[in-house]
């Protein structure tokens, strides 16, 4: 199994970034291809973006394009999510998952992914 802890979570005013970090434990990282998702008040958990286990494929929802970038350095067992140009609308609880890829696909569906972190809470203030 993998465990997946979340942090870099916070308060902080549009137009303002946050760093959202993923910490694993566990099985092999560098197995594991990365999603982060994010679940809004009174809405379903959604996308947000992907890394492929070497971190040479990223892939974006839309509304993350060009705001937002997924890294990951498998010598430290992390996956970060960078977020700048913050909007109220980005305010959510933020959950990092993995599921067992050693390929290049990127997986964009909540149920690709077999392990959980517990989520951190990003807050955008207008």
């Known amino acids: 199994q993998v465990q997946l802890v979340e942090s870099g979570g916070g308060l902080v005013q549009a137009g303002g970034s946050l760093r959202l970090s993923c910490a694993a434990s566990?099985?092999?990282?560098?197995?594991?291809?990365i999603g982060w998702f994010r679940q809004g008040p009174g809405k379903e958990r959604e996308f947000v973006a992907a890394?492929?286990?070497?971190?040479?494929?990223?892939y974006y929802v839309d509304s993350a394009e060009g705001r937002f970038t997924i890294s990951r350095d498998n010598t430290k067992n992390t996956v970060n999510l960078r977020m700048n140009s913050l909007k109220p609308e980005d305010t959510a609880v933020y959950y990092c998952?993995?599921?067992?890829?050693?390929?290049?696909?990127?997986?964009?569906?909540?149920?690709?992914?077999?392990?959980w972190g517990q989520g951190t809470q990003v807050t955008v203030s207008s």
């Open positions: 998952a993995a599921v067992n890829s050693k390929t290049n696909r990127l997986y964009t569906g909540l149920y690709d992914y077999d392990y």
């Open positions: 566990g099985r092999t990282f560098s197995n594991y291809a």
């Open positions: 890394i492929n286990w070497s971190g040479a494929r990223t």
